[in-house]
């Protein structure tokens, strides 16, 4: 029987080894397919190089396309290897990376592009047919004016020296630095993306940071509006609001997770998680904190992935300190971040949002400008501390964590954020902002609205 609906080819790009891009993605592409006119004929492909969450790709029905080259998809750190200024340590490796993306979108021939913090998809689509469509999701409103404007509010941690500065101080010292100087940091010329794109041939299209390595169509922003009020946002950018992973249901809680997180003596309960783009040395650093805490213990949950540390270390760090449990298993996030006081984290979007969606005050360490940009906010809104990176020492850690736990403002200030984040549909505004688009936009001899 013919079928006679219109076709829509969408691919979807992301590093598949980081946690929050996987989970963000995952959510958009179910959220498009759930607003999916009968009508049409839908197909969502998924561009890995490897990573542990293609198995949850395929068993939420969607299809992928494996490039070259295959990484071992452990995690960021071990498939990339980036540098303090490069989040591919090396121009060889970087232009295998756009090379595998280009043959990808030669051979699919999509009608949509989407793609999160992800430069090879972005840059590939230009150089393959700049006809095909490109929507970016974004942490933060990442762009240009707006980055040297107003989105670093601090001091950038790779400028180590001024990190020891008081918070105010640095604060002050941000606002004074001319935007254009903001705009040269190292960080923000990608070199070695930058060299492989120059080899592929997009010399005709000028690429001069990361930003422009990014550019797409229409960027949706997955952040709560009121971090942004007052401020113009590009018309091509759309703040859609949070979106992490939901609770699962039919997950059940360790029993051993359990005794430690409804322990009745009144302890204080933690979650650790480094997620996948911490390093080893901050999550032993907060394992540390939280067990050498004296006159009382604080029971932990920690979480040890192998893409951050192995589970033997983490275990050998905590000794036989009582009220921990570490593991290196999945654990419904949502519901454990309910279940304690402190959530001692990296800046990772998808896990600050999971946190306070619970209404949980936050200790955090960035790992790059994005993860600094999310924790100051959280902290210029009274939910957290965040320490610097070069400060991330357990004494440092523990003293944050005593100042939450003996000032309750973080925890109201963290329930606010809580109230706010609850009323948005972070996954459905995403998705209705996606079809829009593509009603508006994506006009072809297959698909029809």
């Known amino acids: 029987m013919k079928d006679d609906r219109g076709s829509l080819k969408i691919v979807i790009s992301v590093a598949l080894q980081d946690a929050g891009e996987a989970t963000r993605s995952l959510e958009i592409a179910k959220g498009i397919r759930d607003l999916c006119p009968s009508s049409i004929n839908l197909e969502i492909i998924f561009l890995s190089y490897g990573g542990r969450f293609e198995d949850k790709v395929l068993n939420n029905g969607f299809q992928i396309y494996k490039c070259e080259p295959r990484l071992e998809g452990v995690g960021f750190y071990a498939d990339l290897k980036p540098s303090a200024n490069n989040f591919v340590g090396s121009e060889e490796l970087a232009l295998k990376l ?231 298993k999945f654990v419904p996030a949502l519901l454990i971040n309910s279940m304690v006081d402190v959530v001692v984290c990296h800046g990772g979007q998808g896990t600050i949002q999971t946190a306070l969606a619970s209404g949980t005050p936050i200790v955090g360490v960035a790992m790059q400008p994005e993860q600094q940009i999310n924790l100051d906010n959280v902290v210029l809104n009274g939910g957290g501390i965040r320490i610097p990176i070069h400060m991330w020492k357990s004494s440092n850690i523990q003293a944050a964590i005593r100042a939450i736990e003996n000032n309750p403002s973080y925890k109201k200030n963290a329930e606010k954020l809580q109230k706010n984040i609850k009323y948005i549909d972070g996954k459905r505004n995403s998705a209705e902002a996606i079809w829009n688009f593509i009603n508006n936009n994506i006009a072809t001899s297959t698909y029809s609205q």
């Open 98 to 328: 756009l090379k595998g993306q280009v043959k990808a979108l030669e051979e699919l021939k999509p009608h949509l592009l989407i793609h999160g913090f992800w430069p090879f998809a972005s840059i590939a689509r230009r150089i393959v047919d700049k006809s095909i469509k490109g929507i970016c999701f974004l942490p933060i409103p990442f762009e240009e004016n707006l980055y040297g404007s107003f989105l670093m509010k601090d001091v950038p941690d790779q400028i180590k020296p001024l990190t020891y500065l008081p918070v105010t101080l640095r604060r002050a010292i941000m606002k004074l630095i001319p935007k254009s100087l903001k705009l040269k940091a190292p960080i923000m010329k990608q070199s070695n993306i930058l060299k492989a794109a120059e080899i592929c041939g997009i010399r005709e299209i000028k690429l001069k940071n990361l930003f422009d390595m990014l550019e797409a169509d229409l960027t949706i922003v997955n952040d709560l509006d009121e971090f942004y009020k007052g401020k113009k946002i590009p018309d091509n950018f759309q703040i859609v609001g949070p979106l992490y992973s939901p609770n699962d249901t039919n997950v059940d809680i360790d029993p051993l997770i359990k005794r430690v997180l409804q322990d009745d003596e009144g302890q204080l309960k933690i979650f650790c998680t480094m997620g996948s783009s911490g390093t080893k040395q901050q999550l032993l650093e907060a394992v540390k904190a939280i067990v050498s805490v004296k006159n009382r213990k604080w029971n932990t949950l920690i979480l040890a992935p192998p893409s951050v540390c192995p589970l033997s270390e983490a275990l050998k760090c905590a000794g036989n300190a009582e009220g921990i449990h570490i593991t290196d």
